[in-house]
């Protein structure tokens, strides 16, 4: 009686925990996604990335920094989740979108860095051609203020509150010079002010810039590996890599925000995971649109036109291409 009792309650936990993850949200993704298709993903994207962390601890900010470039483009790029993909449907067939295991595997190196988790609507699709050019444009240039930021970022359905702490991305990862140079070239920059000993520092460092893009800069000078909130520190002593970074803790529209980031890490930590969770699920496609690609670095079927060139180019494939 106790054992037909407690199954029952079993049962009742476990359709309760599938009708809950089951639930699909109007964009038409859902926790429960892969529940059914794919059970063991989430385990093999953490498998996969512990691994790849501990080789290299740069995969974190290059992962987070891929997801928001195919979150205002489209594409996506990187090996690690091609393998993610390769290891995924060898166990579960080809059902889980390269999109999705992006958007997983960022969640997990995150984790890896110290950052915080968050749970992932799942189900999107992959776009079957690489991002147009005029949507690259938008991605925004590290030289612009917090009202050109609020501009660009509103454009795209994210907040000013999601700008602060999306920024604090920042917290990690590397930066060439030419995307700072502009902070003490001329002269020490005033607009934002940045601290001069720390102008001086990055500018005889770029100064042997030689060959060209070979320097590196770390993004927070304080603890350049971890995932915290001490990017927002180095935003309070005008340690700021970037103009855009260093305006957030000037503009009137950000600072309190940014200080209040700088002064309590958990409230940090609880925005970021809400705004990455909105920025993963921005221009998702879903249903029968996109497809699943089985290859992350191109669509299944090359655009009509690059099909054109490369027929026209090549003789030997040219009847090939046209009997398909
Ligand atoms: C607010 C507007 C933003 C601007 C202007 C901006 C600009 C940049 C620039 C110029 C770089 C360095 C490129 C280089 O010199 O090699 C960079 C790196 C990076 N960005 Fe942003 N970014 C912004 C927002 C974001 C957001 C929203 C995220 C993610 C949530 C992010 C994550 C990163 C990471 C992790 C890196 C380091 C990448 C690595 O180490 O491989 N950025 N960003
Ligand atoms: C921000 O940048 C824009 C475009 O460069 C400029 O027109 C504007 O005056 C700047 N705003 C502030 C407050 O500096
Ligand atoms: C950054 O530069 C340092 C030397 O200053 C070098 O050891 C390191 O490998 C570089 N990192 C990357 C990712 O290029
Ligand atoms: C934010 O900036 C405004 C305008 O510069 C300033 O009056 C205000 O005191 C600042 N707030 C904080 C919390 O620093």
Request: with cysteine; hydrophobic share 30%; charged share 20%.
């Given at each position: 009686m106790a054992s037909t009792r407690a199954a029952i309650f079993l049962a009742a936990l476990i359709c309760g925990a599938v009708a809950a993850t089951g639930e699909v949200q109007p964009n038409g993704l859902s926790l429960g996604f892969h529940d059914n298709s794919c059970p063991i993903l989430p385990y093999i994207v953490k498998l996969f990335v512990k691994v790849a962390f501990k080789k290299d601890a740069g995969i974190a900010p290059a992962l987070i920094r891929i997801l928001f470039h195919d979150c205002f483009p489209q594409g996506c790029d990187g090996s690690l989740v091609d393998d993610i993909r390769a290891a995924a449907h060898a166990a579960c067939g080809p059902v889980v979108s390269c999109t999705d295991i992006l958007a997983l595997a960022t969640r997990d190196a995150l984790v890896e860095a110290g950052g915080p988790s968050y749970d992932l609507p799942l189900g999107r699709r992959d776009a079957l051609a690489p991002a147009p050019l005029n949507l690259v444009i938008?991605?925004?240039?590290?030289?612009?203020?917090a009202t050109a930021l609020i501009s660009s970022f509103g454009g795209r359905g994210l907040s000013v509150t999601d700008l602060v702490a999306l920024s604090g991305a920042h917290t990690f990862g590397i930066s060439h010079c030419n995307s700072f140079?502009?902070?003490?070239?001329?002269?020490?920059?005033?607009?934002?002010?940045?601290d001069p000993d720390f102008a001086a520092k990055l500018k005889a460092k770029c100064d042997g810039d030689v060959p060209a893009g070979t320097v590196n800069q770390t993004l927070d000078v304080r603890t350049p590996n971890k995932f915290d909130n001490k990017y927002y520190f180095d935003l309070v002593a005008k340690q700021g890599l970037f103009k855009s970074d260093q305006g957030l803790i000037v503009d009137s529209a950000t600072n309190r925000t940014a200080i209040r980031f700088a002064l309590n890490q958990k409230a940090f930590f609880d925005q970021f995971a809400l705004s990455m969770v909105k920025m993963s699920q921005m221009d998702v496609l879903t249903g029968t649109q996109g497809e699943i690609r089985?290859?992350?670095?191109?669509?299944n079927k090359p655009a009509a036109g690059i099909e054109t060139v490369v027929a026209a180019t090549d003789d030997e494939d040219e009847g090939l291409a046209t009997d398909m």
């Open positions: 938008t991605l925004p240039a590290p030289s612009l203020n140079r502009n902070r003490f070239t001329p002269e020490t920059d005033t607009d934002p002010a940045i089985l290859s992350c670095t191109v669509p």
